[in-house]
């Protein structure tokens, strides 16, 4: 697992939230129950997610969640470091602490390749993206 559970569960939360036929808000219970996620984290993490912006919440009993943007215009990247504040892959591979250019790790190198083109894929990667693979699994079941 290279992305955090939390920065897992917040792309599951939001890509249903990117399913959503627009102007239509999603409880947490919803989210909860088909994303599988429990609801005292799904909490925790959509108040983050509203604090950082990329949600909208509406109390109420009528009241949700939708996105604070299109999809379209919300990368993966933009969500993992929602959650996890930092850049995920600027960690050591092996977990060692001193591991840096002139003390690499015997994996360095090719970890700062490979974690170069993960940062890639999520900054060029869309909830609308996602959402679209999504539908297509809902399709075929």
Known sequence: MLLSRTAEYALRAMTFLAMQPAGKLAGARAISEAEHIPMPFLWKILH??????????????????????????????????????????????????????????????????????????LEQTTLADLARVARKRKGKK
């Open 48 to 121: 983050t997610l509203a604090r950082q912006r990329l949600i909208r919440s509406f109390k109420g009993i009528h009241g949700g969640y939708e996105l604070a943007r299109p999809s379209s215009e919300i990368t993966l990247h933009s969500v993992v470091l929602a959650t996890d504040g930092t850049d995920f892959t600027g960690h050591c591979v092996l977990g060692l602490p001193n591991c840096r250019e002139e003390n690499a790790c015997p994996l360095h190198h090719t970890w700062k390749r490979i974690r170069g083109q993960m940062t890639d894929m």
